[in-house]
């Protein structure tokens, strides 16, 4: 009973290629959002979905989009992939507020661009 | 606006010895604040968090933290480190109040336990 699940868990791929990473929360939690974490291990907010609605939008390039068609669900679309982009990206859903419960997060999906 | 350091990108301390991973905070409002674990090439863990009440915290495998308001800190402890508590530790910290859903960390401190 996976409480946020991310697919792919691994993604390699050309540069200039179109790709899609997917999450879906079963805790019944209205907020959703992506991390990317750099080689560093620097987390760093990429988008939040508030109820189907985008609350956060983190100075990232357009070619980025996420999609939420429900609340349990937010995915992440990325055109034309660059070496930079190579990374770990998270998933992690909450309940507003974040006061009693923190975030939960997937597992992470690791992309290389090769 | 909220921002973390966290002092030592690395700690190493010998199997049964004292853990102490600090972490400071700068926040404009009450702050939220949280420590996660991640083990290699897992997700984070959420270990322990402060949001209103006792400063001194409790959390999961033996971890706790204590909010020092006039210090702006929550460091990280556990009296007696286990192999098993090598990882990275990030302290996390988010705006009270409204709907302030962002939670900013730390860039990390990775614990290393020797036996």
């Known amino acids: 009973d996976t409480a946020v699940s991310q697919t792919p868990k691994y993604l390699v791929t050309q540069m200039g290629n179109d790709k899609s990473i997917k999450c879906e929360q079963n805790?019944?939690?209205?907020?959703m959002y992506w991390y990317k974490q750099d080689s560093k291990k620097f987390l760093k907010i990429m988008f939040s979905y508030n109820n189907k609605e985008l609350i956060i939008n983190e100075t990232v390039p357009n070619r980025f989009s996420p999609k939420s068609p429900d609340k349990a669900h937010l995915n992440l679309h990325i055109n034309s992939l660059e070496l930079g982009d190579s990374a770990v990206y998270f998933c992690a859903s909450s309940q507003q507020g974040l006061a009693n419960y923190g975030y939960t997060f997937g597992s992470g999906t690791r992309l290389t661009v090769v | 606006a909220q921002s973390v350091t966290q002092l030592g990108s690395h700690v190493s301390v010998s199997e049964g010895a004292l853990v102490l991973l600090r972490c400071n905070y700068s926040?404009?409002?009450?702050?939220?604040l949280f420590w996660y674990v991640q083990y290699p090439n897992q997700g984070l863990q959420l270990l322990l968090k402060y949001t209103t009440g006792a400063t001194l915290v409790k959390g999961i495998n033996g971890f706790e933290a204590e909010f020092k308001k006039s210090e702006t800190s929550f460091h990280l402890t556990k009296p007696s480190a286990h192999m098993s508590d090598a990882a990275e530790y990030f302290c996390a910290v988010s705006g009270s109040g409204g709907s302030n859903y962002k939670l900013t960390f730390g860039k990390g401190t990775l614990l290393t336990v020797n036996p």
């Open positions: 926040s404009s409002v009450p702050p939220y």
């Open positions: 805790l019944g939690h209205d907020t």
